[in-house]
Protein backbone atom coordinates (compact mmCIF):
# COMPACT_ATOMS: atom_id res chain seq x y z
CA UNK A 1 0.00 0.00 0.00
CA UNK A 2 1.19 3.99 -0.64
CA UNK A 3 2.56 5.52 1.99
CA UNK A 4 0.71 8.98 2.50
CA UNK A 5 1.69 11.86 4.57
CA UNK A 6 -0.20 15.17 5.34
CA UNK A 7 0.38 18.36 6.71
CA UNK A 8 -0.48 20.01 9.03
CA UNK A 9 -1.43 17.45 11.58
CA UNK A 10 -3.57 20.08 12.95
CA UNK A 11 -4.28 23.15 13.55
CA UNK A 12 -6.04 25.93 15.64
CA UNK A 13 -7.57 28.72 12.77
CA UNK A 14 -9.45 31.84 13.54
CA UNK A 15 -13.02 32.11 12.16
CA UNK A 16 -12.79 33.70 8.52
CA UNK A 17 -9.10 32.73 7.80
CA UNK A 18 -8.18 29.66 5.08
CA UNK A 19 -5.96 26.71 5.77
CA UNK A 20 -4.69 24.51 3.31
CA UNK A 21 -3.98 21.13 3.75
CA UNK A 22 -1.65 19.21 1.77
CA UNK A 23 -1.42 15.16 1.02
CA UNK A 24 1.53 13.84 -0.22
CA UNK A 25 2.01 10.32 -1.84
CA UNK A 26 5.20 8.19 -2.15
CA UNK A 27 4.12 6.54 -5.40
CA UNK A 28 1.83 7.97 -8.56
CA UNK A 29 -1.76 7.33 -8.07
CA UNK A 30 -4.93 7.98 -10.74
CA UNK A 31 -7.44 9.09 -8.10
CA UNK A 32 -7.29 11.02 -4.85
CA UNK A 33 -10.24 11.68 -2.67
CA UNK A 34 -10.46 14.44 0.09
CA UNK A 35 -12.91 13.57 3.42
CA UNK A 36 -13.86 15.22 5.96
CA UNK A 37 -14.67 12.97 10.10
CA UNK A 38 -16.77 14.97 12.11
CA UNK A 39 -16.92 13.71 15.97
CA UNK A 40 -18.26 10.43 16.22
CA UNK A 41 -19.28 10.25 12.89
CA UNK A 42 -18.08 8.56 9.76
CA UNK A 43 -16.27 9.38 6.59
CA UNK A 44 -17.95 12.00 4.48
CA UNK A 45 -16.30 12.49 0.89
CA UNK A 46 -15.87 16.11 -0.27
CA UNK A 47 -14.19 15.72 -3.36
CA UNK A 48 -12.18 13.38 -6.18
CA UNK A 49 -9.45 14.76 -7.48
CA UNK A 50 -7.97 13.52 -10.63
CA UNK A 51 -4.35 14.89 -11.89
CA UNK A 52 -4.84 17.50 -14.92
CA UNK A 53 -8.90 17.75 -14.54
CA UNK A 54 -11.22 19.71 -12.10
CA UNK A 55 -11.82 18.22 -8.93
CA UNK A 56 -15.63 16.31 -8.68
CA UNK A 57 -17.61 18.00 -5.44
CA UNK A 58 -20.32 15.59 -3.30
CA UNK A 59 -23.31 17.04 -2.79
CA UNK A 60 -23.31 20.37 -0.06
CA UNK A 61 -19.60 20.77 -0.88
CA UNK A 62 -18.66 23.31 -3.25
CA UNK A 63 -15.34 24.73 -4.76
CA UNK A 64 -15.84 28.08 -3.43
CA UNK A 65 -15.46 26.91 -0.25
CA UNK A 66 -13.03 23.58 -0.62
CA UNK A 67 -11.05 24.41 -4.07
CA UNK A 68 -8.55 21.70 -4.77
CA UNK A 69 -5.90 21.55 -6.48
CA UNK A 70 -4.10 18.13 -8.30
CA UNK A 71 -0.86 19.31 -9.50
CA UNK A 72 0.53 16.20 -10.31
CA UNK A 73 0.36 12.18 -9.43
CA UNK A 74 1.80 12.21 -6.10
CA UNK A 75 0.57 15.73 -4.81
CA UNK A 76 -2.65 17.19 -4.03
CA UNK A 77 -4.11 19.95 -1.71
CA UNK A 78 -7.56 21.00 0.10
CA UNK A 79 -8.37 24.78 0.84
CA UNK A 80 -11.13 25.21 4.11
CA UNK A 81 -11.88 28.91 3.27
CA UNK A 82 -13.79 31.67 5.09
CA UNK A 83 -13.71 28.81 8.27
CA UNK A 84 -16.30 28.86 10.59
CA UNK A 85 -16.41 26.92 13.96
CA UNK A 86 -18.92 24.38 11.97
CA UNK A 87 -15.56 23.52 10.12
CA UNK A 88 -14.03 21.67 12.72
CA UNK A 89 -13.27 18.54 11.70
CA UNK A 90 -10.51 15.87 10.81
CA UNK A 91 -9.91 16.37 7.16
CA UNK A 92 -8.49 12.69 5.29
CA UNK A 93 -6.61 12.45 2.13
CA UNK A 94 -6.99 8.77 0.30
CA UNK A 95 -5.45 7.10 -2.31
CA UNK A 96 -7.16 4.59 -4.77
CA UNK A 97 -4.90 1.53 -5.43
CA UNK A 98 -5.24 -1.87 -5.49
CA UNK A 99 -5.66 -4.53 -8.19
CA UNK A 100 -9.65 -3.17 -9.44
CA UNK A 101 -8.83 0.12 -7.66
CA UNK A 102 -11.45 0.55 -5.54
CA UNK A 103 -9.35 -0.01 -2.16
CA UNK A 104 -8.68 3.16 -0.39
CA UNK A 105 -5.69 3.80 2.07
CA UNK A 106 -5.96 7.18 4.38
CA UNK A 107 -3.45 9.46 5.11
CA UNK A 108 -2.94 10.59 9.06
CA UNK A 109 -5.30 13.24 8.91
CA UNK A 110 -5.33 16.83 9.59
CA UNK A 111 -7.58 17.91 13.04
CA UNK A 112 -8.77 21.42 12.29
CA UNK A 113 -10.22 23.62 15.34
CA UNK A 114 -11.59 26.90 14.18
CA UNK A 115 -12.33 29.51 17.16
CA UNK B 1 -29.58 7.78 -1.67
CA UNK B 2 -27.02 4.55 -1.38
CA UNK B 3 -26.76 3.67 1.96
CA UNK B 4 -24.33 1.54 4.40
CA UNK B 5 -26.03 0.49 7.55
CA UNK B 6 -24.36 -0.62 10.50
CA UNK B 7 -25.25 -0.91 14.25
CA UNK B 8 -22.53 1.94 16.16
CA UNK B 9 -22.87 -0.21 19.46
CA UNK B 10 -20.53 -0.79 21.61
CA UNK B 11 -20.78 -4.27 20.80
CA UNK B 12 -18.76 -5.47 24.26
CA UNK B 13 -16.81 -9.44 23.75
CA UNK B 14 -14.71 -11.10 26.41
CA UNK B 15 -11.20 -11.76 25.15
CA UNK B 16 -10.46 -14.72 23.32
CA UNK B 17 -14.27 -14.78 22.16
CA UNK B 18 -15.26 -13.98 18.74
CA UNK B 19 -16.55 -10.86 17.64
CA UNK B 20 -19.25 -11.12 14.77
CA UNK B 21 -20.08 -7.41 13.18
CA UNK B 22 -22.32 -6.82 10.55
CA UNK B 23 -23.02 -4.36 7.83
CA UNK B 24 -26.08 -4.50 5.50
CA UNK B 25 -26.20 -2.32 2.19
CA UNK B 26 -28.83 -0.66 -0.19
CA UNK B 27 -27.04 -0.56 -3.98
CA UNK B 28 -27.73 -3.66 -5.46
CA UNK B 29 -24.99 -2.78 -7.69
CA UNK B 30 -21.96 -2.66 -5.54
CA UNK B 31 -19.64 -4.56 -6.52
CA UNK B 32 -16.30 -4.25 -3.83
CA UNK B 33 -16.58 -4.77 -0.24
CA UNK B 34 -14.26 -3.29 2.35
CA UNK B 35 -13.68 -3.26 6.34
CA UNK B 36 -11.92 -0.86 7.66
CA UNK B 37 -10.82 -0.47 11.55
CA UNK B 38 -9.84 3.26 13.04
CA UNK B 39 -8.37 3.53 16.19
CA UNK B 40 -9.40 6.38 18.37
CA UNK B 41 -7.90 9.78 17.04
CA UNK B 42 -6.12 8.04 14.48
CA UNK B 43 -7.09 7.14 10.63
CA UNK B 44 -9.23 4.25 8.58
CA UNK B 45 -7.06 1.28 8.04
CA UNK B 46 -8.22 -1.20 5.31
CA UNK B 47 -7.95 -4.78 6.86
CA UNK B 48 -10.13 -6.93 4.61
CA UNK B 49 -11.47 -6.55 1.26
CA UNK B 50 -13.86 -8.94 -0.97
CA UNK B 51 -15.23 -8.91 -3.79
CA UNK B 52 -17.14 -12.44 -4.58
CA UNK B 53 -19.84 -14.12 -2.37
CA UNK B 54 -18.80 -16.38 0.29
CA UNK B 55 -16.06 -16.54 2.98
CA UNK B 56 -12.29 -14.66 2.80
CA UNK B 57 -9.93 -15.47 5.45
CA UNK B 58 -7.39 -13.40 7.26
CA UNK B 59 -5.12 -14.52 9.71
CA UNK B 60 -8.18 -13.99 12.29
CA UNK B 61 -10.39 -12.09 10.45
CA UNK B 62 -13.16 -13.75 7.98
CA UNK B 63 -15.32 -11.24 6.06
CA UNK B 64 -18.21 -12.91 4.54
CA UNK B 65 -20.06 -11.95 1.47
CA UNK B 66 -23.99 -12.42 0.54
CA UNK B 67 -24.85 -10.29 -2.15
CA UNK B 68 -28.37 -11.64 -2.35
CA UNK B 69 -29.21 -10.28 0.83
CA UNK B 70 -27.05 -7.38 0.70
CA UNK B 71 -25.58 -7.84 3.31
CA UNK B 72 -21.66 -8.15 4.82
CA UNK B 73 -19.83 -9.62 7.95
CA UNK B 74 -16.50 -9.32 9.63
CA UNK B 75 -15.46 -12.44 11.80
CA UNK B 76 -12.56 -11.83 14.70
CA UNK B 77 -11.25 -14.90 16.08
CA UNK B 78 -9.73 -15.09 19.59
CA UNK B 79 -10.17 -11.40 20.24
CA UNK B 80 -7.45 -9.34 21.68
CA UNK B 81 -7.99 -6.19 24.00
CA UNK B 82 -6.11 -4.79 20.55
CA UNK B 83 -8.78 -5.37 18.57
CA UNK B 84 -10.64 -2.71 20.57
CA UNK B 85 -11.19 -0.17 17.55
CA UNK B 86 -14.70 0.76 15.51
CA UNK B 87 -14.59 -1.22 12.79
CA UNK B 88 -16.28 0.58 9.21
CA UNK B 89 -17.90 -1.31 6.62
CA UNK B 90 -17.30 0.31 2.83
CA UNK B 91 -19.12 -0.40 -0.12
CA UNK B 92 -18.25 0.76 -3.61
CA UNK B 93 -19.60 -0.50 -7.65
CA UNK B 94 -16.02 -1.13 -8.34
CA UNK B 95 -13.22 0.45 -9.92
CA UNK B 96 -12.35 3.74 -9.25
CA UNK B 97 -15.65 4.64 -7.88
CA UNK B 98 -17.17 6.85 -5.07
CA UNK B 99 -16.54 4.56 -1.80
CA UNK B 100 -19.66 4.89 0.97
CA UNK B 101 -19.05 4.35 4.51
CA UNK B 102 -21.19 3.13 7.06
CA UNK B 103 -20.78 5.08 10.54
CA UNK B 104 -18.80 2.33 12.48
CA UNK B 105 -19.53 -0.18 15.13
CA UNK B 106 -17.53 0.12 18.14
CA UNK B 107 -15.66 -2.87 19.47
CA UNK B 108 -14.76 -3.09 22.65
CA UNK B 109 -12.66 -6.31 23.87
CA UNK B 110 -12.86 -6.69 27.68
CA UNK B 111 -9.40 -8.70 29.12
Known amino acids: SAVISQKPSRDICQRGTSLTIQCQVDSQVTMMFWYRQQPGQSLTLIATANQGSEATYESGFVIDKFPISRPNLTFSTLTVSNMSPEDSSIYLCSVGAGAVGSEQYFGPGTRLTVT | QKEVEQNSGPLSVPEGAIASLNCTYS??????FFWYRQYSGKSPELIMS????GDKEDGRFTAQLNKASQYVSLLIRDSQPSDSATYLC???????????FGIGTKLQVIP
Open chain 2, 50 to 53: IYSN
Open chain 2, 27 to 32: DRGSQS
Open chain 2, 90 to 100: AVNAGGYQKVT
